[in-house]
Each structure stands twice: as C-alpha cells, then as structure tokens.
C-alpha cells in the first residue's frame, strides 16, 4: 500500500485577512467578559488568528492535535443534538429550549461571543458547500470550521473538551507574533 502525501492546504486564501478579522473580533468580544473562561476563549482566538495570518507550521499543528480528539468530540456533541430533538444527517437547525445546565455554561461567557460563533459556524459549512469539492478554498474553510465548532464545541462540552481544545491551540502558537492587538 503507498502512501500519498496530500499537501497541506493552509488558511483560506481568497478571503483570509477577513477570516483573520472576523477571528480577532470575536476574541474582542469575548475578552470584553469579566469571566475567565471567556477571557481564555479570547487568547484561543487570538492565537487562531495569528497562525491563519502567518499560515505557519502552528496552524498546521494546532489543526493536527486537534483531529486527535474531534471525531469523539463531535459524537458528544451529536449526542446533545439528538437529546435536544434533532436528527443527525438532516442538517437542519432547531429550536430548543436552552436547559439550565447549559444556561449555565454559556452564562460564563461574552453573549455577543457566544451569537457570533453560532453564526460563524453555519456560515463556514454553507460556504463550504457553495464551492466546488475540487476547489482548495473549500479545503481551507472546511478546516477553519473545524477550529471554530471545536472552539464552540469546548465552549459548551466544557467538562470534557474545554481544556483540550484550547490546549491544542495555545500549546501549539510558542512561536506566534500576535500582529493585531485586541
């Protein structure tokens, strides 16, 4: 059996310094919390960021630690998404009625963090889908989706994923120049 070497494909080129924008506000916004957790979002965020802008190894890392843990993630989160009454594979929205405990969660951190990430998401998957499969850009935006639901997905998984996804991204920027400042 070979093996084929498949080249790293990067950060969204056609429209990166927007995403890089786009990821740099919504670290604004959740640093604009007096929650610690949401202030932690926000160095994530950060260092997202700047890995996207200098398209560097870090980003490449960080992508590659957390495809270590994201299949597991998301069938927890698959599991909270059938117990709220969806379907999986029916890609559709619903509407339910927030439980406490994730009243809970999400009360830690910034709400205009919290809408603009649930919004993000659903725009990077129709982005995606809005492009030809043998178009690299959506290769590159399928894996900025991947950073933002595993951000998400920490941020409302946060017993068990919090800590891994921000570690798969802080651990992995050492190197990183931040060069935009909140």
Not at 46 to 63: C, G, H, I, R
């Amino acid at each position: 059996m070979k093996a084929n070497n498949i080249k790293w494909p990067g950060s969204p080129k056609e429209d990166g310094s927007w995403f890089v924008k786009v990821t740099l506000q919504l670290a604004k916004d959740f640093s604009e919390s007096s929650n610690e957790r949401s202030k932690r979002i926000s160095v994530v965020l950060q260092n997202l960021a700047s890995a996207m802008l200098e398209d560097s190894k870090a980003y490449y890392d960080m992508f590659t630690s957390l495809q270590m843990f994201y299949q597991q993630m998301s069938e927890d989160w698959n599991a909270l998404y059938v117990k709220q009454g969806g379907k999986i594979g029916s890609g559709t929205y619903i509407k339910a009625e927030i439980d406490e405990e994730v009243q809970v969660i999400v009360a830690q951190y910034s709400p205009v963090g919290i809408m603009k990430i649930q919004a993000i998401i659903p725009f990077l998957r129709d982005s995606i889908a809005k492009l030809s499969k043998t178009n690299p850009e959506a290769e590159r935006i399928h894996i900025l989706y991947v950073f933002y639901s595993s951000i998400f997905n920490g941020i409302i998984l946060q017993d068990k994923w919090f800590n891994k996804v921000e570690n798969s991204i802080n651990s992995n920027a050492q190197d990183l120049i931040l060069k935009s400042t909140i």
